[in-house]
């Protein structure tokens, strides 16, 4: 007899004591059949709790046998306790588990029944029907004999309950005895499989069948002599449903998958509308709608064409498929989990598993009844998910793809004339053709509405008491509402509009551990170390201007402003507080003068991008240091170097304790050469701007375009990004830089470093290979600034270097820094990215609040 176990779920076996259960599964395991682990034995729990398997008391007297009866049932009760405890685990983890246990009380199978639903997976039952002489001669032979009234009152039982059992709901029941020879077939997860060479995920496709082609070609799939797509690597593609309803040729779509996934070229899971048509097909009660009804027309159409009997054997096939269709798949390779796919949505806990409640929830999302036009109301079931599992699905139409919380929407909308997008895997791209038309000839369009409320102003209210944003890199970040308030005023008060107000640069920490090179503070030998220590090969040292760090945004023309973001412009300039860099008449002036150079450099046409977003710092340091400049460094300046002066002077003729007096001369001629130091610093960059054809912009991060981030590129890549952008505009200027790869390399760095800080120039930032840097499996630090000896005297004072001072100094904790360096720069890559993709005004705005809201926290030292 064969018995078919399922990858996963609650196998019962009943029967009475001695019925040949545990024979039976150590045969099995021997034979590598089923796995030890697998078995979940009440006679062994009760030995691992109360240290033997069988208590008798037959032999003993009343009160004995009395005492023994209770403790065995106690002990019964807190085995199977324990059982159902680990059995729930096994079920969390989506294992199989074999139950040896009589199991011939209806209670007791119902709670497993209950289990098995509780996790959406199946419970199978097998039944060993083994005659009662058999039994009873198998007990007299057993050490601790059961006894012939305990073994005849289960055979009772079990002939009576084994006409319930079928009823009882199991995905299958198996009856066997114990003289059958016994095979068992193990299935593997039906929602499982392999990527092979590649799989392409495809959106909604919604009867657009020729966009659906030009994709496919697109893609690389070429039509055999039988008319099937098939890639020349072995690739194969994958539709997340809905490939019917609303479009033009549902009808040849459904059958050009039916094909394709018999013969094992494509897949296709369930989804909203597909579960309609196959209902209707199976001649359910179902009121065809919203575009389900031009599949009935393709129909009848087809039935005038071919005749009733083609079309009703069409019927057929179509509605096998499409009842068929798994809820979801889960793509592995090398056996792992690498992505999921489902139509409208899926909780952590669903996946790799299938039930009604599964299949619902993967068909329709997360709803929430049904808003005034009688549509339902989705609910953002992505922002559940924890696993590191990617999740590609549709169902929600936007006009790009949508990346959030480590999920993506491919439905981009072919239908109503957007586009029918592929997600290419391992590759992670994205490849898309442009729908034809409009096809569904419905007035809220839905693409049309995301464009009308994509840039609402937020809900303001939605971040008074604190939030947390949901980043790739970092996952979640919490924002209290302490320090959110002051970042809300700002916002309301003195930034940059909003829409224009996409990216706040985060801050950057220097290293961990201060140096230990006698008299520095800072040295590039820790920042090496530090990259180092985190597997990083290669490293980018790159010069630091010493300007005020600036956000240009530009666009190629006012209707790519207004098209992105609403407003009427050439783009924005801001600081890294949000606030206009220069007044409105140099703003307009400079960006006229950018967007020109840049247009006839080519450069928006070269990169078919609409807009530029770049991170820079704009030099001279004075232009938005003014006030800072004169309160806190010309005025101390001037007054040091005055009074120093008259100190030495006046030591110089005094005629007190000479060797005393030499001792306090010497540390004043210090003194004031420390403060000679602190002024030629300041005002080495500082110089007057007499028009803005003075200033130099100096941008090391070409952040995004129209459509696209460039997290993904290697810092080189920015920096020649630098060199052509240098060469387009006077205004910009160029980064020197070096690439570390080896010992030599750092060595000609610290060299660099020294040669180019000895007059007082800031210094340089070490950075990873890469924009984002993973070591040990965390984000590290995706830069260091390393600053020279002489500038960090304006930093912490002109006196820093004094021994006593510098040994303070060397005890600092940059450990808050770093930590708020990294959420800020998590927060900064989910925002662009939001940006890019085109998401509403208040996804992006949650994660620039943000940043500004960490910069409000007092707790970290603005020195650092």
């Not at 329709?364 to 989705?378: A, H, I, L, S």
């Not at 085109?838 to 949650?846: A, L, T, W």
Request: hydrophobic residues 35%.
């Amino acid at each position: 007899m064969n018995i078919s176990l399922p990858h996963a779920g609650i196998v019962l076996l009943i029967g009475p004591s001695n019925s040949g259960k545990s024979t039976l599964l150590q045969t099995k395991i021997d034979q590598g059949e089923i796995k030890q682990s697998e078995v979940i034995s009440s006679d062994a729990f009760r030995l691992l709790v109360n240290d033997e398997e069988f208590m008798e008391w037959r032999d003993l007297s009343k009160d004995e046998a009395l005492y023994a009866k209770e403790l065995y049932q106690r002990v019964s009760q807190e085995a199977f306790a324990m059982m159902e405890a680990l059995i729930e685990t096994r079920c969390r983890l989506n294992k199989l588990s074999i139950i040896d246990a009589t199991n011939l009380h209806p209670d007791d199978r119902k709670r497993y029944a209950g289990i098995a639903r509780k996790h959406h997976l199946p419970i199978t039952a097998i039944l060993l029907d083994t005659e009662e002489f058999v039994l009873l001669n198998r007990d007299e032979a057993r050490k601790h004999p059961r006894g012939k009234r305990r073994v005849r009152q289960q055979y009772q039982t079990f002939k009576r309950e084994k006409r319930f059992v079928k009823k009882e709901g199991y995905k299958a029941v198996y009856t066997i005895n114990t003289t059958e020879e016994i095979h068992v077939h193990r299935h593997p997860n039906p929602l499982e499989i392999d990527i092979g060479q590649g799989i392409d995920v495809i959106g909604d496709i919604h009867g657009c069948f020729e966009e659906m082609i030009a994709l496919l070609e697109k893609l690389g799939y070429e039509k055999n002599e039988q008319h099937f797509y098939v890639h020349p690597e072995g690739r194969r593609f994958l539709s997340l449903g809905d490939i019917m309803s609303r479009g033009p040729m549902s009808l040849e779509t459904m059958l050009f998958f039916c094909r394709h996934v018999k013969e094992g070229f494509a897949y296709m899971i369930d989804s909203n509308h597909g579960w309609k048509i196959a209902r209707w097909l199976d001649k359910r009660k179902v009121t065809l709608s919203h575009g389900d009804e031009r599949v009935k027309e393709e129909l009848d159409l087809f039935e005038v064409q071919n005749g009733k009997e083609q079309t009703e054997e069409i019927k057929n096939d179509l509605k096998e498929f499409l009842l068929k269709a798994p809820s979801h798949y889960v793509l592995t390779r090398n056996g792992s989990p690498v992505l999921v796919c489902t139509h409208a949505g899926i909780k952590d806990e669903f996946i790799g598993r299938q039930s009604p409640a599964v299949q619902d929830f993967c068909r329709y999302g997360d709803t929430d009844g049904f808003d005034e036009k009688g549509k339902p109301v989705r609910k953002d079931w992505f922002t559940g998910h924890k696993h590191q599992t990617l999740i590609v699905w549709g169902h929600d139409p936007k006009p790009r793809s949508l990346v959030i919380n480590n999920t993506i929407n491919i439905d981009q909308g072919v239908v109503f004339g957007g586009e029918l997008t592929a997600f290419r895997y391992p590759e992670k791209e994205y490849v898309s053709v442009q729908a034809k038309e409009d096809y569904s000839g419905v007035l809220d369009n839905p693409l049309t509405e995301w464009e009308k409320t994509r840039l609402n102003l937020p809900n303001i209210g939605a971040f008074l008491n604190g939030y947390s944003v949901l980043t790739k890199e970092l996952g979640e970040v919490q924002v209290a509402e302490s320090i959110v308030k002051p970042a809300i005023d700002a916002v309301s008060h003195i930034t940059v509009p909003i829409e224009q107000l996409v990216y706040i640069p985060p801050t950057m920490s220097p290293t961990p551990e201060t140096s230990s090179e006698a008299g520095f503070l800072e040295h590039p030998a820790e920042a090496f170390r530090y990259y180092r220590d985190h597997g990083i090969p290669t490293m980018i040292a790159e010069k630091k201007h010493m300007g005020s760090r600036a956000v240009l945004l530009l666009f190629k023309d006012c209707e790519s402003s207004k098209k992105h973001i609403g407003i009427d412009s050439l783009g924005v300039i801001y600081t890294r507080s949000g606030r206009h860099f220069f007044s409105r008449e140099q703003e307009t002036e400079l960006l006229a003068k950018l967007c020109a150079d840049l247009t006839k450099g080519g450069y928006f046409k070269k990169y078919e991008t609409d807009f530029v977003l770049m991170d820079a710092e704009i030099m001279p340091w004075n232009l938005k240091a003014k006030e800072l400049i004169s309160s806190q460094y010309a005025h101390v300046a001037e007054n040091a170097v005055l009074d120093r002066t008259a100190l030495v002077e006046k030591l110089g003729t005094s005629h007190g304790n000479q060797e005393q007096v030499q001792e306090w001369l010497r540390e004043y001629e210090q003194r004031l050469e420390n403060a000679h130091t602190f002024k030629q610093v300041f005002q080495k960059y500082c110089w007057d701007v007499q028009t803005m054809d003075d200033i130099q912009i100096a941008p090391f991060h070409i952040l995004a375009h129209s459509g696209k981030a460039f997290f993904d590129q290697p810092h080189t890549w920015h920096m020649e990004m630098n060199r052509l952008l240098a060469g387009m505009s006077d205004y910009f200027i160029e980064t020197d830089y070096k690439v570390i790869t080896n010992e030599d390399d750092e060595k000609e760095v610290i060299k660099w470093w020294e040669e180019m800080t000895k007059d007082g120039h800031e210094g340089i930032v070490i950075k990873p290979e890469f924009f984002v840097a993973h070591g040990k499996g965390k984000l590290i630090q995706p830069a260091i600034k390393v600053r020279g000896q002489k500038y960090l005297h304006i930093i912490y004072g002109m006196d820093y270097l004094e021994p006593q001072n510098l040994e303070r100094l060397k005890k600092r904790n940059t450990g808050k820094k770093q930590k708020m360096a990294l959420k800020e720069f998590a927060l900064g890559i989910e925002g662009i990215e939001r940006f890019v993709n085109k998401e509403s005004i208040e996804r992006i705005h949650e994660c620039t609040l943000a940043v500004l809201a960490l910069e409000s926290d007092p707790v970290i030292d603005p020195r650092l």
